[in-house]
């Protein structure tokens, strides 16, 4: 007996004028029958890269908003117990920046920690001259510790910080540096010494070392006289300064003893010959801890390689991947030891095309002094 089938065994069979009648196409193509393709193992890689720098972006973008604290201990050679765990806070390179309105993560950072004087080693207010965020930190510090001076010196993009053209009202002093003083804070003009028993622990900067003083004191009264013939208050007003803090500069000189310990602020780190070849009639011979900046670190840092680029025609390969002990940390030249702050900021000309840190968070630091024998 034949029996019909009541259905067709045939896949094709399905796509019968019957089968195909709620089909929204007009008729199957080969396309139809094609698997569907798979993304390429390239691609898949390439996407998870994309995803996974996207996401170290944003943590390094929150761990920016953050303020770290380095701390670091430094060995005097001949430091008095007295002075021993004496600490400083370092703060460089501000540039102007804010971190939230009145530097309050500034304040959270630094509100269990105890310091004894603090250095703001330059371009605190950078060029753009807004100098408020650096009178909300000198606020800060304050509030944290009243005693604590508070030693600033200018850096190579902050407005100049005295010159005849600010002394309208009879101060030689940039706008900036005044808030800054009213404030509390001391621009660093001559050495200061803070003495604890037989000991003195002097600040002064790397230029006050190396002053030829005598050549200093002629064209100071040079200028002074100059002033006085033409009348011009302003410049009248900054020899006096001038002559006033080369006064000062000299006494403190005389004053400084070898077992005397100098900490030195220089916004730029100098050469090491610099350090390491000073003439008999300076005191650079005598640094034992030299504090700098300039540097941001790098801006650009990448683990285990460190910094990118440091815009520097000095450096091999003009700064391309320089190391990190020439743009931060602490390290021995000759007898001084030299601590480059990687700082605050990121807003810098010297890195043009860069605009934020990576790898390379907002630091302050605490350096502790401690005695030793070598």
Known sequence: MNRRPTQSRSGYDSFSPRHTANFTAASPDMHFFEARRRRSLSNRALLGVCAALIMLLLINFTVNQFVHIERVSVPVKGLDEVFDGYTILQISDLKGA???????????????????????????????????????????????????????????????????????????????????????????????????????????????????????????????????????????????????????????????????????LSHVPPAEDELTSASPSSLVGQIDLLLGGHYLGGLLRLPLLGPVFIPSQSLPHYGLFPGSDLCSGLRRVGSTWVYISPGLGSQDSRYPFFFFRLANPPTVTLLSLTPSSM
Do not use: C
């Open 98 to 264: 804010l971190f939230s309105g009145d530097q309050s993560l500034i304040r959270f950072a630094l509100q269990n920690e105890d310091f004894d004087a603090v250095v703001l080693t330059g371009d605190m207010v950078s060029a753009m001259g807004n100098a408020q965020p650096l009178y909300a930190l000198i606020d800060v510090l304050h509030a944290l510790k009243p005693d604590s001076p508070i030693y600033f010196i200018a850096g190579d993009d902050d407005p100049t910080p005295t010159s005849m053209d600010y002394a309208t009202g009879g101060s030689p002093f940039a706008p900036w540096v005044l808030g800054a003083q009213q404030r509390g804070a001391e621009l660093l003009s001559s050495p200061q010494a803070v003495t604890r028993g037989e000991q003195s622990l002097w600040f002064t900067t790397i230029a006050q070392l190396n002053l030829d003083m005598d050549t200093m004191q002629r064209q100071f009264e040079q200028q002074y006289l100059r002033a006085l013939d033409g009348g011009d208050d302003n410049e009248l007003e900054l020899s006096k300064h001038n002559l006033q803090s080369l006064e000062n500069t000299r006494a403190a000189r005389k004053a400084i003893r070898e077992e005397d310990v100098l900490i030195t």
